[in-house]
């Protein structure tokens, strides 16, 4: 990942944490893998990220070591055990945790079981789809190039 795309994941996680201090949530569980590569830069397919409001984490498994070492500004955790034990443990402290509608029962039903009573768990449906919609430079930069491609190829069609 070069400056600039460090740069735009960056703003990216500083308006993500701005919203979470007016929501009062101490961290976030993004899912939602569209979600994880907005926040991260990450593109591989099997990760989620826990942002919290000093630091940001990928949780990924082995296959992806290298490249999520290449692709993202966050730490990078690889689990050894299951991906439950490494949020859990990310997200130890926390008293109040958002997660998106794209977390399975199965894995919200373990997390609160591994997080207890001193954890609470809260729906934040779309909070980052809106910060999506919003276009930073760099997606404002790659429109405008998809455009004159665009422009370009309909161009030489015609003739």
Do not use: W
Request: net charge negative.
């Amino acid at each position: 990942m070069g400056q600039r795309g460090k740069d735009y994941v960056n703003e990216r996680l500083d308006s993500v944490r701005g919203i979470m201090c007016q929501s009062k949530l101490d961290a976030l569980l993004v899912t939602g893998i569209e979600n994880v590569r907005y926040l991260t830069g990450f593109t591989g397919s099997s990760a989620v990220a826990v942002i919290t409001r000093e630091d940001a984490h990928l949780v990924t498994d082995g296959r992806y070591r290298e490249q999520a070492a290449g692709e993202t500004v966050c730490n990078v955790v690889i689990f050894d055990d299951t991906m439950v034990t490494a949020v859990t443990r990310l997200l130890e402290g926390a008293a109040l945790v958002g997660f998106e509608e794209s977390v399975p029962f199965e894995l919200y039903r373990k997390l609160k079981g591994a997080l207890g009573d001193s954890c609470e768990l809260e729906l934040t449906a779309g909070l980052v789809e809106e910060l999506r919609s919003l276009k930073d430079g760099g997606e404002v930069d790659l429109i405008t190039g998809a455009i004159h491609c665009a422009c370009v190829a309909f161009g030489r069609a015609r003739h």
